[in-house]
C-alpha cells in the first residue's frame, strides 16, 4: 500500500492534500508533513494544502488558496479523516484519484486507495512509515516536515501519554528530533493558553462533578462561556484539565453552541466511541466528540457513560 501511495504520488503534477475540519496536530502535521515530504523528495510537483485557516493551530502550517480548476487531473490525499462530511473543503472528490490514509476506526470506506493503521498513534507517525518506505529509494526529510510530524504525534499521544504509544512512535519522535528545529518553541506553541482559558479551566477544575461509577463531567453552558469570552473551539485545550482526578474513568465535556451542544468524551479504560457514534459523533475508543441537540439529550447521554463506567472492570 504505502509503495501504491508513493507511485501514485509520483504521477501526478498537481496534489491537493486535505484533512479534517477543526483540525488539531495531527490533521496539520500529518498534510503539511506529507507536502514538505513530498516537495523535498520530487522535482516540478504543485503540492497544495486545502482547507480553512484555522487561527488556534496556524503556526504550523498556513493553508493554500486552492481553486476549482487545480482539481483537474489532480491526486487528492485526505489525511486523519475517517468520515466524508469531515473533511474539510468538500471538493476532495473533484480530482482524478482520491487516497485515504487515517489511522481513525474506518467510518466511509472513501478512496482509490485507502491505507487505514488503528494502530498508529496518529496520521503523522504513518506518514514517518510512508517516508520510511520512500526512503529505500533514497527520500530524505526536512527539518520542516520533521517538525510538523513531531506537532502531529506529539497532539495525538498527549506528549506520550496516551495508550496509543508504541515503540513505533518513540522510534518515530526519536527520529524525528534529529531535525533542526525548536521543541521548546514548538512546546510552547502548542500548549500556551490565554488568561481567559485559564481562567475557564479553573471554573472546570472547580465544578467538575465526579459521580460514583469514575464518570465525571462538567456542563458549560453558554452565558457561562460568554462570560468567560471563551468559545466552544477552545474549551479543546483543556478537555484533560482533570484526567489526573483520582477515581475518574471517563469523563465528558458538554459545550453549548448556538442550537447544539458540542461533546467532547474522554476515557482513561472504558470504551466511549460506540457512545459517541449513538450521538451523532465517533472517534478513537478512548477520545471521542458527539452533539447533543439538547440538554435533555445531555442527560441521557452522561447516563449511558455512567452505566458504561459502572460496568467497566480494569
Ligand atoms: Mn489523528
Redesign the pocket.
Known amino acids: 500500500m504505502k509503495q501504491r501511495i508513493i507511485e501514485k504520488i509520483k504521477q501526478y503534477e498537481t496534489i491537493i492534500i486535505h484533512r479534517?475540519v477543526r483540525p488539531?496536530p495531527?490533521?496539520i502535521g500529518?498534510q503539511a508533513g506529507l507536502k514538505e515530504l513530498i516537495l523535498e523528495n520530487t522535482e516540478g510537483k504543485t503540492v497544495l494544502l486545502a482547507g480553512e485557516d484555522d487561527g488556534e493551530f496556524s503556526f504550523l502550517k498556513k493553508m493554500d488558496h486552492v481553486k476549482d480548476e487545480d482539481y483537474q487531473n489532480a491526486l487528492v490525499i485526505v489525511?486523519?479523516t475517517a468520515n466524508v462530511p469531515r473533511i474539510d473543503d468538500q471538493r476532495y472528490k473533484d480530482g482524478k484519484t482520491l487516497i485515504k490514509i487515517?489511522?481513525?476506526p474506518e467510518v466511509d470506506a472513501y478512496g482509490d486507495e485507502s491505507w487505514v493503521d488503528v494502530e498508529a498513534?496518529?496520521?503523522?507517525e504513518m506518514i514517518c512509515e510512508l517516508f520510511e518506505e520512500w526512503s529505500k529509494e533514497g527520500a530524505r526529510l526536512s527539518d520542516e516536515a520533521a517538525r510538523l510530524l513531531y506537532a502531529?504525534i506529539v497532539?495525538?499521544t498527549g506528549r506520550f501519554r496516551h495508550p496509543n504509544t508504541t515503540d513505533r512512535t518513540f522510534y518515530w519522535a526519536g527520529k524525528l528530533i534529529e531535525g533542526r528545529f525548536s521543541r521548546t518553541s514548538l512546546y510552547n506553541a502548542m500548549y500556551e493558553k490565554s488568561i481567559d482559558l485559564v481562567r475557564m479551566e479553573g471554573y472546570v477544575l472547580s465544578n467538575v462533578e465526579l459521580m460514583p461509577s469514575g464518570a465525571a463531567y462538567i456542563k458549560l453552558p453558554k452565558d457561562l462561556l460568554e462570560t468567560y469570552k471563551v468559545d466552544a473551539g477552545m474549551t479543546a485545550s483543556i478537555v484533560n484539565s482533570f484526567s489526573t482526578l483520582k477515581g475518574v474513568k471517563a469523563w465528558v465535556f458538554f459545550v453549548e453552541e448556538e442550537d447544539e451542544i458540542r461533546v467532547r468524551l474522554r476515557s482513561k479504560g472504558p470504551v466511549i466511541n460506540d457512545l459517541a457514534a449513538r450521538y451523532h459523533g465517533g472517534g478513537?475508543p478512548m477520545a471521542s466528540g458527539a452533539t447533543a441537540y439538547s440538554w435533555d439529550e445531555a442527560e441521557r447521554l452522561l447516563k449511558e457513560l455512567d452505566e458504561i463506567c459502572e460496568r467497566y472492570k480494569e
Do not use: F, K, N, P
Not at 121 to 124: D, P, V, W
Open positions: 479534517h488539531d495531527d490533521a500529518s489525511c486523519d487515517d489511522h481513525h498513534s496518529s496520521t503523522s502531529g497532539g495525538d478513537h
